[in-house]
């Protein structure tokens, strides 16, 4: 099964606070969430995973 990521955004004039991110298998293994962008507000930035 592909990676799935939970993701916040943390920008505080964005009105989106959580998103899924669904990966296909061929991910790279150095990929993570500081190379995606906010769908809402576009900021790279102010996303992190959340940790469970």
Same mark, same amino acid.
């Given at each position: 099964?592909?990676? $799935? &990521?939970?993701? @916040? *955004? $943390?920008?505080?004039?964005? =009105? #989106?606070?959580? =998103?899924?991110?669904? +990966? $296909? +298998?061929? @991910?790279?293994?150095? =990929?993570?969430?500081? /190379? #995606?962008? *906010?769908? @809402?507000? !576009? !900021? $790279?930035? *102010? #996303? &992190?995973? @959340? /940790?469970?």
């Amino acid at each position: 099964m592909p990676p $799935t &990521e939970e993701i @916040v *955004c $943390t920008a505080e004039d964005c =009105f #989106l606070d959580l =998103f899924e991110n669904h +990966y $296909t +298998y061929d @991910v790279p293994e150095e =990929f993570d969430v500081s /190379e #995606l962008s *906010c769908p @809402v507000c !576009g !900021g $790279t930035d *102010c #996303l &992190e995973p @959340v /940790e469970l």
